[in-house]
């Protein structure tokens, strides 16, 4: 089952993205966190950092774009097709309230017939294999029905499923069943996503999907950059190092990369057995000095958390038809 690295907003930038495959090889793709094509038809030099070529050197990336218009979509897909991405895709699963006000991402879903005009548009005439990341639905996980009935008219060239509705945001419980019923219904190859945390989370999504070609992970791989391979404590502090020297670089000194140094340990605190602990003195943490004393005490006193036997597999995939206690969930 391939893998992939879930676009997260103010994390998965092109610095982490580079970072993570030289310290964690193994992840099949990375996904850029949207861009927003603007109706002048301009990259933004910041849109412009995080999808040039030279900056995502050996990272297989796909580019995302969030929009309603198939115009902007085609043209920013042009413009990325001409850096060299030969698949763009299309966010249809953002919940942020201003996002979905203006009939963007998840806010697709409350309009089938924007939805329709828009994929019309774009598959008319695409310059890129396009794929789609998407919700169920707003309110309620039966409204995927006829939203997969209208994405079985195009020729997506994956669909990347986030089994919850939009109002359910990020948390409670995902819809395994409905993503399972979509196996044998979509006409585009499927790519499970949601709350995976584990190699064993992977191994039994294989297990439950066996249709699914892919499953994308977001949270559980930052909380966990070495899912995927050998937990290794060095490599661990030496991706950490490489990350707050390149940010601090990037952003022009420590006073801005502690926000995204924090944000990044807000998951990573996780990698370690008692992390959580340290949760409130992260936040906390004002200072550069601060969290580099914080993080050198979680690296020298903290062993890393067991992801073994019992805790390969959470709670999320443990019901099912499945023995998840064999040895085999491990990849
Ligand atoms: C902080 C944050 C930022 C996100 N940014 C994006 C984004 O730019 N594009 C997108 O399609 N999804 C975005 N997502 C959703 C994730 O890609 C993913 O679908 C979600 O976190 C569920 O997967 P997970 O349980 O493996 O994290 C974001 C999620 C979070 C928590």
Not at 38 to 46: D, E, I, L
Not at 157 to 167: D, N, Q, S
Not at 299 to 325: H, K, M, Q, W, Y
Request: aromatic share 10%; hydrophobic share 40%; with cysteine.
């Amino acid at each position: 089952m391939r893998v992939y690295f879930a676009p997260l907003e103010g994390i998965t930038d092109y610095i982490y993205r580079r970072a993570h495959r030289r310290y964690f090889p193994g992840v099949d793709r990375y996904f850029t966190p949207f861009i927003s094509p603007a109706q002048n038809h301009v990259f933004t030099h910041k849109e412009l950092r995080q999808a040039l070529p030279e900056n995502n050197a050996g990272v297989p990336l796909v580019p995302q774009l969030l929009t309603k218009k198939a115009e902007d979509f085609l043209w920013a897909a042009q413009g990325l097709a001409d850096m060299g991405y030969t698949e763009v895709n299309l966010n249809v699963g953002c919940p942020s309230g201003t996002v979905t006000a203006k009939g963007k991402g998840a806010g697709l879903l409350a309009d089938r017939d924007s939805l329709r005009r828009l994929l019309d548009g774009i598959f008319a005439a695409p310059p890129t294999a396009v794929s789609v990341k998407t919700r169920l639905g707003t309110e309620d996980p039966a409204e995927f029905g006829p939203i997969l009935d209208i994405y079985n008219d195009y020729p997506i060239c994956e669909l990347i499923i986030h089994p919850r509705t939009r109002r359910e945001m990020y948390v409670g419980p995902v819809h395994l069943d409905v993503f399972e019923a979509a196996c044998s219904r979509s006409r585009a190859p499927l790519c499970y996503n949601g709350d995976i945390r584990t190699a064993g989370d992977i191994h039994a999504a294989g297990q439950r999907f066996p249709s699914a070609g892919a499953v994308m992970v977001g949270r559980g791989l930052v909380a966990d950059p070495a899912m995927l391979g050998e937990h290794d404590r060095d490599t661990l502090r030496r991706f950490h190092e490489e990350l707050c020297a390149a940010y601090c670089e990037a952003f022009g000194g420590p006073g801005s990369a502690i926000h995204r140094m924090k944000a990044i340990w807000m998951f990573m605190l996780d990698a370690f057995e008692g992390g959580r602990a340290y949760e409130k003195r992260l936040i906390k943490a004002k200072k550069w000095p601060d969290l580099m004393a914080l993080t050198a005490e979680i690296f020298g006193s903290l062993p890393l958390a067991d992801r073994t036997g019992e805790r390969a597999v959470s709670p999320l995939f443990r019901e099912g038809s499945f023995d998840c206690n064999s040895a085999d969930h491990m990849i």
